[in-house]
């Protein structure tokens, strides 16, 4: 599940490695080969994905580099916890994008193909501050995800449609 349209990554004062390794000192965990291999896989790519496409991408058992699935889910987690990674609920699964280092923005997903497609909107910021003013709350966050269908995949829907009324 790639994002169809990268958004520019943020500057920031360290990178995603220094960023977990000063929240792993901060719980008193150590910083493992294994952890390392997966911030660097994480982080090589701006895609939306979950655990089992992470794990695909991975090397095999008796490769080298090899992680566990079950450290590949502990770890994503901590990612999570850490403020690297933010995760959300699509169609049954967990899914995962980079946060740190990534502006603000929501989605469009393609209920057909699959594919997040993201954005970012001035005026639904401004909308939603303004909303949140008005109430007397502080916003933390938001996350929005629009359902509908793609254009690539409203293109072919319509060619199978011309050619079945032939």
Request: positive net charge; aromatic residues 10%; proline residues 2%.
């Amino acid at each position: 599940m790639s994002a169809a349209d990268s958004l520019e990554p943020l500057n920031v004062s360290s990178s995603p490695r220094e960023r977990f390794e000063e929240y792993l000192q901060s719980r008193g965990l150590r910083q493992t080969s294994q952890r390392k291999f997966l911030i660097e896989a994480v982080f090589a790519e701006h895609d939306h994905f979950d655990a089992d496409e992470l794990i695909d991408r991975l090397p095999r058992r008796g490769e080298k580099n090899y992680v566990s699935s079950a450290t590949v889910y502990r770890t994503l987690r901590e990612f999570v916890d850490a403020g690297l990674l933010k995760s959300f609920q699509l169609d049954g699964r967990t899914v995962y994008e980079l946060d740190y280092g990534y502006p603000q923005h929501d989605h469009l997903y393609c209920s057909r193909c699959r594919k997040l497609f993201e954005f970012q909107s001035r005026d639904l910021m401004e909308i939603r501050d303004r909303v949140a003013a008005e109430k007397g709350f502080r916003v933390s966050g938001h996350r929005m995800i629009i359902h509908g269908i793609c254009r690539e995949c409203g293109k072919s829907r319509r060619k199978k449609r011309k050619q079945d009324l032939v």
